[in-house]
């Protein structure tokens, strides 16, 4: 591990001080990156997104993909966690800080939208960084491709409904839109390209020289996803400066209990991960995949329903700016803890 990749997380953290003061001093630059976005999906984080995810599609072993089925116990866990845990457990934690603990601090409107908030991100589980969260902890990335996808199709029938039973809303508009076009961007474009480009690689001389070459490729693109990622929390943290300089109190509240929510799937997951003996290049993706958030469409659904300025889509942002420090964490986490999967 290079000196850049060792100190990851300081660069992260001067990333987002570096994006909330550029937000603050340039907020005519971050506006202007707000703009170029297409159904609420940002086109320049999302091409950083894409540059992070290229080379680990290119690493995917397309042939053994098919042997992914005799291993059900990772898939079951991931599916467990997204959709009969995690949804009720945001519900939960919502109710009990905003209606209970946090009720003194905020008012009922505002405490219901924010609970709102909270479970639009609770029912839409990750599309794009998971298989970023899968490399940094070396993960099987046969199984992590299988296991997002499996989710994305749960996802298109079952977001819906859900969303619309812990909401007690019935009109729930899914903005297809939003969905469709971000599994396209961050699963199925850059699947195509790994393929093509593994393809071409492989094509060149025999196996043993075809995997020698998509190593090599993986390695010229690394510092490029490094790069990619902490420019996306520049850019993330200086999109939303203001609200973060503004109510810093109400940030501060809604990321307690995504934080708790955070941590406790987390472990949930990782406990049964290692109960039911996954090794730990399918665990680690598996907790990963049942902890973060597909915040794009939980946003999305926010603004639609709430409107732009209201707690729901304030609460959907602090998932946003929650997510990456807190993911990278579990990260840590999960590399410091591998011996315990042997």
């Not at 599309?127 to 296991?147: C, E, I, P, R």
């Not at 503004?246 to 809604?254: A, G, K, W």
Request: aromatic share 12%; charged share 10%; proline share 4%.
């Amino acid at each position: 591990m290079g000196f850049f990749e060792r100190y990851l997380s300081v660069w992260v953290g001067l990333c987002i001080v570096a994006g909330v003061g550029l937000g603050y001093a340039m907020p005519g630059v971050f506006a202007s990156i707000a703009a170029l976005e297409y159904a609420h999906v940002n086109l320049i984080v999302a091409v950083l997104i894409w540059l992070m995810i290229y080379p680990m599609m290119v690493q995917i072993d397309f042939g053994s993909i098919k042997d992914v089925g005799k291993k059900p116990k990772g898939l079951v866990l991931t599916l467990v966690i997204n959709w009969l845990i995690k949804p009720f457990t945001m519900a939960l934690l919502g109710w009990l800080f905003f209606k209970g603990i946090f009720a003194d601090w905020v008012d009922p409107q505002t405490a219901t939208e924010y609970i709102a908030g909270m479970i639009l991100l609770g029912v839409a589980p990750c599309t794009a960084m998971v298989f970023v969260w899968s490399h940094l902890t070396k993960g099987d990335a046969n199984y992590t491709l299988v296991q997002v996808s499996i989710n994305d199709l749960i996802m298109v029938v079952a977001f819906a409904p859900l969303t619309a039973m812990l909401l007690g809303v019935t009109d729930i508009t899914v903005p297809w839109d939003t969905l469709l076009l971000s599994v396209a961007l961050y699963v199925v474009l850059p699947l195509v390209a790994g393929y093509i480009t593994r393809r071409r690689l492989e094509n060149k001389g025999n196996n043993t020289q075809g995997n020698g070459a998509v190593d090599a490729l993986v390695s010229k693109f690394k510092p490029f996803s490094v790069i990619g990622l902490l420019l996306t929390i520049v850019i993330l943290f200086g999109l939303q400066a203001e609200t973060i300089l503004s109510q810093p109190q109400d940030i501060v509240l809604i990321a307690i209990p995504l934080l708790i929510q955070t941590y406790g799937i987390f472990a949930i997951a990782y406990f049964a991960a290692k109960r039911i003996k996954l090794p730990h290049n399918v665990a680690a993706p598996a907790c990963m995949i049942g902890t973060s958030n597909f915040f794009e469409l939980a946003v999305a659904v926010a603004i639609s329903l709430f409107g732009l300025h209201s707690g729901a889509a304030l609460a959907t942002v602090v998932g946003v700016l929650v997510e990456v420090p807190v993911m990278l964490s579990l990260v840590w986490f999960a590399n410091k803890t591998r011996h315990w999967f042997e």
